[in-house]
């Protein structure tokens, strides 16, 4: 099982380096060169053609990605199947390719656990193995793995994200192996560069940590606001198309040009990667500005839900903890707001789908920059006490109930 979880994770590494070149550089890179009102209206039919791509390729399939993960985990009863699969997968590149404010890790997790289950569903008896998780798990870990360029993560998050406050140790080896494989692959068809490259290697002081202990109570806060307005977006997305539609394309197109307005950017729509590393990375930032934004980075991942696009939760949580942590930044320690940035980032992501590990390991992985790990570790534990029994998905488990 662990040579198959190597090929798994090394066609997963292929499939999302051809998913990650459709969406960023062959649609969304073009689309950033259109006219302003072009741009403004494309997440509007970015919606549209996944609304009707969800329905008559997927045979009236819900948006969900990580979710179908998360329900193949738990029930060896559930599968992935090959329709459903190929229309998320279109859908989701129709969503995130016209501008949705979502992350490409949702469908890659995704694709990658169908890839696995697939793969070991058709192997002879004797290779299958004991346990039915066991590719599933692996190709989500290697989908992870590849589309961040984080081998670690990708195993840590498979492994943690089933379960509230526990790691599903049982698939541990296959996880790390096909995480590597699905790396590898990925960097060989790119580049090894880490997505949030941090020049600035800034070193904590003792005021860091007490500030990491705010920036931990207050992304816990802001992660259980927004993961109940995603489960509100989630239900929403369920109802009649033209109502859901209509609502979330308002929402949007007014989103954008209320950015436009207070920033002169397009702060509203795609993942979210150019907010952190340009616009965060501004030093004369006032804060109501920062809060500001960050509601409408939330708002805009929250309609683009509603509208049934197909996408992750894990990059807007990301970006919402990227706001959070420069907020609190600005009013604890201003001069080291890069610092206070990545504390915001691992703290709201690991506090929202309730994986601190693979939070603290993501942004060292994704920044180069291990120097935050000792006040991270303040942070996403005072987040992980203040979020209680809360987080975005509804498919996640306590430890007790497997």
Request: with cysteine; proline share 4%; aromatic share 10%.
């Amino acid at each position: 099982m662990v040579v198959f979880a190597a090929v798994t994770g090394a066609i997963v590494g292929l499939a999302v380096r051809l998913f990650e070149y459709v969406v960023l550089e062959v649609a969304y890179e073009r689309l950033l060169h259109q006219e302003l009102w072009m741009i403004a209206l494309a997440p509007v039919g970015g919606l549209l053609l996944s609304a009707l791509i969800l329905r008559w390729v997927g045979g009236g399939v819900s948006s969900a990605t990580t979710d179908e993960y998360l329900r193949a985990y738990h029930d060896p009863d559930y599968h992935l199947r090959i329709r459903p699969t190929i229309a998320r997968i279109a859908a989701s590149i129709t969503t995130l390719g016209s501008g949705g404010s979502l992350g490409l890790e949702g469908p890659s997790i995704y694709g990658g656990a169908s890839l696995g289950a697939s793969i070991q569903a058709r192997l002879p008896k004797r290779f299958r193995g004991t346990d039915h998780r066991t590719l599933l798990v692996a190709g989500a870990a290697a989908g992870v793995a590849a589309i961040f360029k984080a081998p670690a993560t990708g195993a840590i998050f498979a492994l943690e994200v089933p379960f509230r406050d526990e790691l599903g140790r049982r698939v541990l080896l296959p996880a790390l192996v096909a995480s590597a494989s699905g790396y590898l692959t990925f960097v060989a068809l790119s580049d090894t560069a880490p997505i949030f490259r941090v020049v600035d290697q800034q070193l904590f002081t003792i005021r860091d940590l007490f500030g990491a202990l705010l920036i931990g109570i207050m992304c816990a806060l802001g992660a259980r606001a927004f993961a109940k307005l995603m489960r509100i977006a989630k239900g929403f997305s369920l109802r009649a198309l033209p109502v859901r539609f209509v609502l979330s394309s308002v929402a949007l197109v007014g989103l954008f040009v209320l950015s436009r307005g207070l920033t002169g950017e397009n702060l509203t729509i795609g993942t979210g990667y150019e907010v952190i590393t340009g616009w965060l990375s501004d030093p004369d930032l006032a804060l109501w500005l920062i809060v500001t934004v960050f509601v409408m980075r939330c708002l805009a991942s929250a309609f683009t839900m509603a509208g049934g696009g197909v996408g992750g939760v894990f990059i807007p949580l990301v970006v919402g903890g990227a706001f959070v942590g420069r907020a609190v930044g600005e009013v604890v320690n201003p001069d080291r707001y890069t610092l206070y940035t990545l504390l915001g980032i691992a703290a709201f992501l690991g506090s929202g789908y309730r994986v601190p590990l693979a939070a603290i390991m993501f942004v060292a992985e994704t920044t180069g920059s291990p120097n935050f790990v000792v006040p991270a570790l303040f942070a996403a534990v005072a987040a992980e006490l203040v979020m209680g029994e809360q987080s975005i998905t509804a498919f996640q488990r306590s430890p007790s109930d497997d």
